[in-house]
């Protein structure tokens, strides 16, 4: 019984968090990587409430010196509402990397991200943002992003 309690409050928290006036999103990324110093791009998907925002994502950047990064993040944003088509928020969350490539170890990283965003609604199905953050990786991974977006509302 001890078990099952756990995941079935976590299921019960989110439900409450995200039952209420909904607007979830893909999201497609483009980015910059200060360490690796390539763009990338990636695909986060928002589960969005009222004030609460999760959004998981998965980011590739481009080949350079043969060396290959991925990248996992898990992000809260708390929203802020600027008028009605405006909303800026605070980033925080984990991140895996993943390194692989031409005269280094293949390692994987972790780390906090802390940072800002904000997003502009287009209409009722599209916005379009920006996202700067800083990756606090182990072993020197670390790293700071900037990111444009664009999102379609289901």
Same mark, same amino acid.
Request: aromatic share 14%; net charge positive.
């Given at each position: 019984? %001890?078990?099952?309690?756990?995941?079935?409050?976590?299921?019960?928290?989110?439900?409450? #968090?995200?039952?209420?006036? /909904? $607007?979830?999103?893909?999201?497609?990324?483009?980015?910059?990587?200060?360490? #690796? %110093? /390539?763009?990338?791009?990636?695909?986060?998907?928002?589960?969005?409430?009222k004030k609460h925002e999760f959004s998981p994502s998965i980011?590739?950047?481009? %080949?350079?010196?043969?060396?290959?990064?991925? @990248?996992?993040?898990?992000? &809260? +944003? $708390?929203?802020?509402? *600027?008028?009605?088509?405006?909303?800026?928020?605070? *980033?925080?969350?984990?991140?895996?990397?993943?390194? @692989?490539?031409?005269?280094? @170890?293949? @390692?994987?990283?972790?780390?906090?991200?802390?940072?800002?965003?904000?997003?502009?609604? *287009?209409?009722?199905?599209? +916005?379009?943002?920006?996202?700067?953050?800083y990756s606090a990786m182990s072993e020197s991974g670390s790293?700071?992003?900037?990111?444009? /977006? *664009?999102? &379609?509302?289901?």
């Open positions: 019984m %001890k078990k099952l309690f756990m995941p079935l409050l976590m299921v019960f928290v989110c439900v409450s #968090i995200y039952g209420q006036d /909904t $607007r979830n999103s893909w999201q497609a990324n483009v980015l910059y990587g200060s360490k #690796i %110093k /390539t763009a990338g791009f990636g695909l986060t998907f928002n589960l969005t409430g980011n590739l950047y481009l %080949k350079k010196d043969g060396v290959n990064l991925k @990248e996992i993040n898990f992000d &809260y +944003h $708390r929203l802020y509402g *600027i008028g009605s088509k405006v909303k800026v928020f605070p *980033i925080i969350g984990f991140g895996l990397n993943s390194w @692989e490539g031409s005269g280094q @170890e293949n @390692e994987t990283k972790y780390g906090l991200n802390l940072g800002l965003g904000g997003r502009y609604d *287009i209409n009722s199905r599209f +916005h379009a943002g920006f996202q700067y953050k790293q700071t992003v900037p990111m444009l /977006t *664009i999102g &379609y509302k289901l």
